[in-house]
Every structure is written in C-alpha cells, then in structure tokens.
C-alpha cells in the first residue's frame, strides 16, 4: 500500500493544480465587464503568498508548539539557507508568470505550453539538481510531450487569443516551466534534508510574499480606472481557493517527495494540462476554446503516449535494455 502513497500524492497534485489554474482564470473574469468588479492578477498573487506562509507557521507552530520561525530559520545550515532563497524567487517568477499568464492566455492553452515541456527540464533539473538517474523511458516519454508544443504553436497561429500581446505571453510563459522545475528539484532536496512539509512552504513563500507587498504597494500609487485589489465579497472566495487549491497540492507535493523522486514527478506533469482542459470545459463558459481545433487533439494524443511511456506503461522492458 506505501508504494501507491508517491502516485497518488502526485496524481492529487496535478488534479488539485490544474483546479487551481482554472480557478484563476475564472477570478480574473470580470462578473460585471467592469474594471471595478474585477479581482487584480497582482491582489490574488499577494493574498496567496501571504496566505500560504500564513498557513505553514500555523500548522508548524501547532506540530512543534512554538510561534517562531526565525531563529530555525538561521540555525539552517548556509547551503539550505541558500536553497530556501533561491526557491523563494523561483516560487515568485513561476506565479506570476503563472496568474497573468491565465490571465492573458487563458488556463488551457497555458497549461498546454507549460506541462508540455516541463517534463522535459524537470528531468534535467533533477539529474543536475538531484543527481537522479533517468531512464531511457523517462526521457521518450519527455520527447513525446515536448513535441506537441509545436502542434500548440501552430493552433495559436491559426486560432490566435483575443490579447494582443499574446506572443509576448507566448514567449514569458516558458519562464514558468523552466522556474517550477527548478522549484521542484530544489523542493525535494529539502524533503530530502529531513524538512518537513509545513517547514518547506513556510520558508518557501515569506520572500514571494514581501516581493509582492512591494509590488503591490507601488501599484497602488500608480493606479489608473483599473485598481489594483478586489471586491471585498471575493476575499471568502480568493482565501477559499488559496488554501484548497495553492497550500493543499504543494504541501501534497512534499509528501509525495518523501515517498519517490522529482523524476517519478515528471511523468505525471502532463496530467496536469488533460485536468485543465476537462475542468475548464465544465467550470468555465464562454471563453476563448483551443479545444475545437483539430491540432490540439494531436497534440493531446502525443501526451497521452508520452505519459505511457514515461510510466513504463509500454516498450518498457525494451527501452530499459537500451539504458
């Protein structure tokens, strides 16, 4: 029953990810069409960082009963110290690529360019990272995924998002997958340094936090018609969804580390672009849709295979012999 507790970790954390992404995007839809009934991309990005730390120090100080944070914080040897720092502003570039991105490109169509190739570079992340061996299923398995990002490509062409600035997201989304994957790597390595689940997010996001409080306060000076927060009727929502669909999965994530590898991870990742499609077709109405273009179910269908045979569901025993 153990060797099962890793997959379904992972199988959860996509699951719960792809609610999130979909989540965001359907914040970001203006019930009223107007700017003032709008939730900010920069307000949701804040109350999220906060709230994730917020949650981690409670759920640390109940475990340990103890409120501080600090003190085991700098008692850390210098190399995790390091780490945590470094996961810290990788976790803040892959949000908020990852919130305007949705917000420009729509969850589905982001997604597709973001778990397309993520299992290809958190692969080489953690043989670089991690010092994990990957096998030559793993990496087919990759290739097959990374290929339909020029099937997307071609769809987006034929088919382009109402923004106009879609090929600058188009480029910027790339950050996401390169930043995750290094999340992920380093993510696990603190698993692997006996941290705990509630420690690796409570020293993961203070940084992301303070960045966006800064953010955020110069936004506010600078603001135009758009402002730059929320409604007070959807803070129970936005608090809601943080905690169910951004603290959960990542916390989720530890524990499947504490079980298995950044590499069993990989191939589980594209699971996460099928999710977005299915739960944005039943969540979200009247929006932008790549599905109907015939490209996308090709590049669908490299997914697919791709996550058969990174999970050694098929040509397995030969691809091992070629190892």
């Known amino acids: 029953m153990k060797r099962f507790l890793g997959p379904l970790c992972f199988v959860s954390f996509c699951l719960l990810i792809a609610f999130r992404d979909v989540l965001t995007e359907g914040l970001q839809i203006c019930e009223q069409g107007s700017p003032q009934d709008c939730i900010h991309p920069t307000f ?36 995790q110290r390091l780490d945590f720092i470094k996961l810290g502003i990788a976790t803040w570039i892959v949000y908020v690529v990852t919130i305007y991105g949705i ?82 790597s380093l993510q696990k390595r603190q698993v692997d340094q006996k941290m705990t689940p509630d420690e690796v997010l409570l020293y993961r996001f203070p940084i992301p936090a303070v960045l966006m409080a800064v953010w955020f306060y110069i936004a506010k000076l600078y603001e135009t018609d758009v402002p730059v927060g929320a409604p007070l009727h959807y803070l129970p929502r936005v608090l809601l969804a943080g905690a169910v669909a951004v603290f959960l999965p990542l916390w989720l994530l530890c524990y499947g580390f504490i079980r298995s590898s950044v590499v069993e991870l990989a191939r589980y990742l594209p699971l996460i672009a099928v999710f977005t499609f299915v739960l944005a077709r039943l969540l979200l109405k009247g929006q932008w849709n790549l599905v109907r273009l015939p490209e996308v179910w090709v590049a669908a269908a490299l997914l697919l295979v791709g996550y058969l045979l990174a999970n050694g569901l098929i040509m397995r025993r030969r691809v091992d012999k070629t190892t």
Do not use: Q
Request: with cysteine; proline share 7%.
């Open 44 to 79: 949701l990005l804040l109350t999220w960082c906060i709230e994730c730390a917020l949650l981690a120090w409670l759920v640390r100080s109940i475990r340990k009963k103890s409120f501080g944070f600090v003190k085991p914080f700098l008692h850390l040897p210098r190399e």
């Open 103 to 184: 917000g420009k490109l729509g969850s589905p169509v982001f997604n597709l360019i973001d778990y397309c190739i993520m299992p290809v570079l958190t692969l080489l992340t953690a043989r670089l990272i991690n010092r994990e061996r990957t096998f030559a299923h793993h990496i087919a398995g990759a290739l097959f995924s990374a290929c339909g990002i020029v099937l997307i490509l071609r769809a987006l062409i034929l088919d382009p998002p109402t923004d106009p600035y879609w090929r600058i997201w188009i480029a910027l989304s790339f950050l996401s997958p390169i930043f995750t994957s290094v999340c992920n």
